[in-house]
């Protein structure tokens, strides 16, 4: 989940960078090498691009399946010739690192990028890359748990303040209005009055 999270910040600051760099041209001249160079790090520290890594294997693992579908006698030469390609193609990798860099280079200032390498690169850094992802499970598990106890506290406290409530007054609820047994689980509409 902190990976999906991880994937969908960096998404939005690749989509922030790009309208920076749209609207602001002449900015994306002003990035010094050293800014660049700290984006670098901080974007192999924090292994930002890791997530893409089986692009370019996937991508060529379908093709040979595709090719070879349809020419199965050409098994051999199809493997072959796709394997040399995609070993070619490799080199481009460098082009998502330099603009992931950029990317980063935009939106966090030189000092902000060494400190984030700094951390990530740290053992309490290194161990929030590793262990993060099931802490964040861990804590989405215990949201779930807390969302449902909160909503059944909410609806059995209420009903039962109100029924005091209308007694009080001397009103009579409609049978079955004050029930709060089952609250209505997060998505689903609760039961017309």
Request: proline fraction near 5%; aromatic fraction near 4%.
């Given at each position: 989940?902190?990976?999906?999270?991880?994937?969908?910040?960096?998404?939005?600051?690749?989509?922030?960078?790009?309208?920076?760099?749209?609207?602001?041209?002449?900015?994306?001249?002003?990035?010094?090498?050293?800014?660049?160079?700290?984006?670098?790090?901080?974007?192999?520290?924090?292994?930002?691009?890791?997530?893409?890594?089986?692009?370019?294997?996937?991508?060529?693992?379908?093709?040979?399946?595709?090719?070879?579908?349809?020419?199965?006698?050409?098994?051999?030469?199809?493997t072959s010739t796709v394997d040399d390609?995609?070993?070619?193609?490799?080199?481009?990798?460098?082009?998502?690192?330099?603009?992931?860099?950029?990317?980063?280079?935009?939106?966090?200032?030189?000092?902000?990028?060494?400190?984030?390498?700094?951390?990530?690169?740290?053992?309490?850094?290194?161990?929030?890359?590793?262990?993060?992802?099931?802490?964040?499970?861990?804590?989405?598990?215990?949201?779930?748990?807390?969302?449902?106890?909160?909503?059944?506290?909410?609806?059995?406290?209420?009903?039962?303040?109100?029924?005091?409530?209308?007694?009080?007054?001397?009103?009579?609820?409609?049978?079955?209005?004050l029930d709060a047994a089952e609250p209505?689980?997060?998505?689903?509409?609760?039961?017309?009055?």
């Amino acid at each position: 989940m902190n990976l999906v999270h991880r994937v969908r910040r960096f998404s939005a600051m690749v989509a922030a960078s790009a309208v920076l760099a749209v609207a602001a041209p002449a900015f994306a001249q002003d990035i010094s090498e050293a800014h660049l160079k700290a984006a670098r790090d901080a974007v192999a520290a924090i292994k930002a691009t890791d997530f893409y890594d089986g692009i370019l294997p996937q991508a060529a693992a379908a093709l040979k399946a595709q090719m070879i579908d349809k020419n199965p006698d050409l098994q051999e030469v199809i493997t072959s010739t796709v394997d040399d390609t995609t070993l070619k193609l490799a080199g481009r990798r460098t082009d998502l690192e330099k603009e992931t860099a950029m990317a980063y280079a935009r939106v966090f200032s030189e000092e902000d990028l060494k400190a984030i390498a700094v951390f990530y690169n740290s053992p309490a850094g290194k161990k929030l890359l590793q262990d993060g992802p099931i802490v964040t499970r861990e804590a989405a598990k215990a949201a779930d748990i807390w969302q449902r106890g909160i909503a059944r506290d909410l609806a059995e406290q209420a009903a039962t303040t109100l029924e005091a409530t209308l007694k009080e007054k001397g009103l009579v609820p409609k049978p079955g209005t004050l029930d709060a047994a089952e609250p209505a689980q997060q998505g689903e509409a609760a039961p017309a009055n």
